[in-house]
């Protein structure tokens, strides 16, 4: 079976301050792609990023980061310097099919 | 800009109504759609694959012959909730691949719907 934990339900931080979230997942298949996806208050879901399975290589896109570890089943994600705008649920998924719960993140002046 | 529209955006309608979301990509051709659905404060939940010009392909649990998808062109998936009731109202979401160099996700705002 394959499954997305995200153990965190709220995060909130100060502007300025990095944030990582947390993101396990479960699966037996050999091939498999990751995703991160922002979800702001107005509801649209913003895509950042794809990871497929066989690169592990961590990924930085601006103030963003991720971190892929096979050994540990885990693509954390990390802002880095958050920022208001930066408040949203983040939703990590295994597939198109299986989203963790979400994270919500709350950052404050 | 928005490269994937929803119409409409909210729909609210009677019970036993039937109820047709689209879903457009703007500019580039989208062989295959995703939809989802989402409760408040919850995940999304992905009900079905819309593949043009043929079937879609519902995820376990999901009423075929209840959510019904035609993806009848390169830019344009259906989602028809038919006889539709209030345990139905949720925010419908579509999604369409995009491989131009690097492959994204592109989602649509998607459509609040309430059934009364």
């Known amino acids: 079976a394959q499954k997305v934990t995200q153990a965190q339900t709220e995060i909130s931080v100060v502007e300025k301050e990095d944030v990582t979230l947390d993101c396990v997942y479960e699966t037996r298949d050999t091939t498999y792609y990751l995703f991160w996806y922002k979800q702001p208050p107005s509801g649209e879901l913003v895509f950042l990023i794809r990871?497929?399975?066989?690169?592990?290589q961590n990924e930085i896109s601006g103030r963003y980061s991720w971190n892929f570890q096979k050994s540990t089943s885990s693509f954390n994600f990390t802002i880095t310097a958050s920022q208001v705008v930066d408040s949203a649920v983040y939703f990590c998924a295994l597939s198109t099919s299986n989203f963790g719960k979400g994270t919500s993140l709350l950052v404050t002046p | 800009g928005a490269v994937v529209s929803q119409h409409p955006s909210w729909v609210i309608c009677k019970s036993g109504t039937s109820v047709k979301i689209e879903c457009r990509s703007l500019d580039f051709q989208a062989t295959t759609m995703f939809w989802y659905r989402q409760f408040p404060k919850q995940s999304l939940m992905l009900m079905a694959t819309?593949?043009?010009?043929?079937?879609?392909?519902?995820e376990q649990g999901v009423e075929k012959d209840k959510f019904l998808i035609n993806h009848a062109s390169l830019t344009l998936s259906t989602l028809t909730v038919t006889s539709a009731h209030p345990e139905d109202s949720s925010f419908y979401i579509c999604s369409a691949p995009r491989v131009k160099g690097r492959e994204t996700q592109y989602f649509g705002p998607g459509t609040r719907l309430l059934v009364l």
């Open positions: 990871r497929n399975s066989f690169d592990e």
């Open positions: 819309s593949n043009e010009g043929s079937k879609a392909t519902y």
